[in-house]
T-cell receptor
Framework: EAQVTQNPRYLITVTGKKLTVTCSQN?????MSWYRQDPGLGLRQIYY???????DKGDVPEGYKVSRKEKRNFPLILESPSPNQTSLYFC???????????FGPGTRLTVL | TQLLEQSPQFLSIQEGENLTVYCNSS?????LQWYRQEPGEGPVLLVT?????EVKKLKRLTFQFGDARKDSSLHITAAQPGDTGLYLC?????????FGTGTSLTVIP
């Protein structure tokens, strides 16, 4: 089954404790992206990647890092999380030739 | 920066009624997409429009892209409870995507 998976689905952590949210897709897509979703603000793009070792900033990259060492994986790293990073995070992928983005199920992060 | 504004933000209607959701921007997009998101899940693509003035139909849903490729509308005919969800528009410029704030639709049986 073609899908995007994220782990963990839920995470409660404390300020300053480094964490990583994993994202993996099995569709051989070149393009992957991370979004955060907040009430009243919609989905905002954090980082995106056009292919292995190619990443670029989206609309709200501050406080986040990403890496793309393999085509299927695109982890999101929060080196020193803060409460304003409490949000619902989505990973998405799409083929380089297409418009449709396939989204993962989301990771709900709470930073205390 | 909120490039895409959706209206209304919330909509509650009776089954069988018609409705229109709007997505407006001051920016031009190379493509515009509509997604539906259900609680606890990621957004799922409904349609992509790329040509100014384009109209696409998906069963009871009609999507229109503005002539200037800055705005779009989604019209639902004879809404059903299964249409309940969060409707999101998204505009693409190159490799970046900007999402609207969303319209939360509730269809009451």
């Amino acid at each position: 089954e073609a899908q995007v998976t994220q782990n963990p689905r839920y995470l409660i952590t404390v300020t300053g404790k480094k964490l990583t949210v994993t994202c993996s897709q099995n569709m051989n897509h070149e393009y992957m992206s991370w979004y955060r979703q907040d009430p009243g603000l919609g989905l905002r793009q954090i980082y995106y990647s056009m292919n292995v070792e190619v990443t670029d900033k989206g609309d709200v990259p501050e406080g986040y890092k990403v890496s793309r060492k393999e085509k299927r994986n695109f982890p999101l790293i929060l080196e020193s999380p803060s409460p304003n990073q409490t949000s619902l995070y989505f990973c998405a992928s799409r083929a380089s030739w297409g418009n449709e983005q396939f989204f993962g199920p989301g990771t709900r992060l709470t930073v205390l | 920066t909120q490039l895409l504004e959706q209206s209304p933000q919330f909509l509650s209607i009776q089954e069988g009624e018609n409705l229109t959701v709007y997505c407006n921007s001051s920016s031009v997009f190379s493509s515009l997409q509509w997604y539906r998101q259900e609680p606890g899940e990621g957004p799922v693509l409904l349609v992509t429009v790329v040509t100014g003035g384009e109209v696409k139909k998906l069963k009871r849903l009609t999507f229109q892209f503005g002539d200037a490729r800055k705005d779009s509308s989604l019209h639902i005919t004879a809404a059903q409870p299964g249409d309940t969800g969060l409707y999101l528009c998204a505009g693409g410029t190159g490799n970046q995507f900007y999402f609207g704030t969303g319209t939360s639709l509730t269809v009451i049986p």
